[in-house]
């Protein structure tokens, strides 16, 4: 017997089928999607040619992210509805990232519409059709193994929704808190030589502090639009100038945190709409918009760097007439970092999963520990592609490929971590923590190392002291007021 469910604003509840039949029937088409592909490889190589298996695994590969995307934000929706937790949101952010980062990219590979980047810095085919094949259907793989394992454990809280339940007002302080350290050490590195600041990023050591100093910004802006600025035009005003300060700083994750801010209100404002298609038409408008602008970014950051400095206005304006380019040339290339991992020798690179304790290495000061190890990203950058910075993008699956030794191992990781995000992030959508969850589940999943849990453990950190300072704040006024009526009070008796 089908459950009934309260309507929200007179709405009448969905109709969507069970849990069970629902998650049998996608594994059924999953499943015999992946067979026909494999069946398909290996009938090309036996054939002798393997010039059809890219295209097959492709085809898989946007279906699968179609299917798990519509399935996961149908369900994030009908269970909003019902005033439960929207679930699984995890894999409704996971699938379009996928579908952006990794399925449209490929495309152009897969028909030879472009050379991948990693090709033209080592001057070697690695988007082979076996190569593009396997990346394709192991990030397929790996996007249903993290949606089973979002839907196989239930959760042993239960909560009704929280997005309308107004903003914590405990944050309301430390949001502040944040705002302003951030803006005070954005103003504080204005002035320098863009040449050498770009060039030199990523490779300075002993700035920890003014670093976490600079991620306040972004994570105050982040929490001000994840509880609507407390209906405040200062906090927002603040808010549009940081994120200004942001561009200027040819950083852009951070747009990325901020982004991500947006999701729950998106979900609610979906749930709560009989006609979502203006809603919908947003979202889709400011994905393209955050396309563009981090292709702009690093087309006027790279112009600057290797002097031949473009303004950031016309940068902008060829990256929205192209932002499918824009996204293949920006730096994004989870795709050709995954394909250079492929084409590794398993004796290149000694990892397991202890790399992953390079998370807390990297925390310790260097005033105390000078000699850290380094993220392998950076290791194959600098050994075999020859960046002078930072690192190429292995993308999530090839980052536990070289951890955990094989493809499979890979996808029972990200099973794993299906499991551990919904217990983990699930409780509160739209809280601080889902945020900073979500947005380190992105940057891993497009970037792929340790690095990504650094960040994250980063933030968490920058919260954590962000909401003592407020409470410390809220104390010392809160005796400031009784020392002040006290002393009122004392003066009234002395007067009498």
Request: glycine share 8%; charged share 15%; net charge positive.
């Amino acid at each position: 017997m089908r459950p009934r469910f309260r309507p929200i604003d007179g709405q009448s509840a969905p109709s969507v089928l069970p849990l069970q039949r629902q998650t049998a029937l996608a594994l059924l088409l999953i499943i015999s999607a992946v067979l026909v592909g494999m069946a398909f490889l290996a009938w090309s190589l036996m054939d002798g040619t393997a010039s059809g298996a890219p295209v097959s695994a492709w085809l898989i590969n946007l279906a699968t992210t179609v299917f798990v995307a519509s399935s996961a934000w149908n369900q994030c929706l009908a269970s909003s509805r019902r005033g439960l937790q929207p679930s699984p949101i995890g894999s409704a952010v996971f699938a379009p990232l996928v579908l952006m980062t990794v399925t449209f990219p490929a495309a152009s590979l897969v028909w030879r519409a472009r050379t991948a980047n990693v090709e033209k810095l080592t001057r070697t085919e690695l988007a082979t059709p076996e190569a593009l094949t396997f990346a394709l259907l192991l990030f397929s793989a790996s996007l249903i193994a993290f949606w089973c394992g979002e839907r196989v454990l239930k959760p042993r809280w239960s909560s009704p929704v929280t997005l309308s339940s107004g903003a914590p007002p405990r944050w309301r302080g430390a949001q502040l808190i944040l705002i302003f350290i951030g803006l005070a050490s954005s103003i504080s590195q204005l002035g320098g030589d863009r040449t050498v600041e770009f060039s030199e990023r990523g490779t300075q050591e002993g700035q920890g502090l003014l670093v976490l100093a600079w991620w306040c910004l972004p994570l105050g802006i982040a929490i001000g639009f994840l509880f609507s600025h407390w209906d405040s035009k200062f906090r927002i005003v603040l808010s549009l100038i940081g994120i200004a300060m942001i561009v200027n700083s040819g950083v852009r994750s951070p747009l990325l945190l901020i982004a991500i801010a947006f999701i729950p209100r998106l979900v609610s404002t979906i749930a709560r709409s009989r006609r979502p298609f203006r809603t919908w038409t947003a979202a889709i408008m400011g994905s393209y918009l955050l396309v563009a602008v981090g292709g702009a970014i690093s087309v006027w950051r790279g112009s600057i760097r290797y002097g031949n400095p473009v303004t950031f206005g016309a940068a902008l304006y060829n990256a929205c007439l192209d932002p499918l380019k824009a996204l293949t040339s920006s730096g994004i290339d989870t795709v050709d970092g995954l394909l250079l991992v492929y084409s590794l020798p398993t004796n290149i690179i000694d990892a397991n999963l202890t790399d992953l304790f390079k998370v807390v290495q990297t925390a310790i000061p260097s005033q105390f520990y000078p000699n850290k190890p380094e993220f392998i990203s950076n290791i194959i950058s600098h050994e075999l592609l020859g960046y002078g910075a930072a690192g190429m993008f292995m993308s999530g699956p090839g980052y536990l490929i070289m951890i955990g030794g094989s493809w499979l191992a890979a996808i029972v990781i990200f099973f794993l971590g299906g499991i551990i995000f919904r217990q983990l992030a699930g409780r509160r959508v739209g809280g601080v923590a889902w945020l900073i969850l979500t947005y380190t589940l992105i940057r891993f999943v497009m970037g792929g190392d340790a690095f990504d849990f650094y960040q994250g453990l980063t933030l968490v950190c920058i919260s954590v002291t962000s909401l003592f300072a407020a409470k410390c704040a809220r104390l010392v006024s809160a005796r400031l007021r009784r020392a002040d009526l006290k002393a009122g009070e004392r003066m009234e008796f002395s007067l009498d």
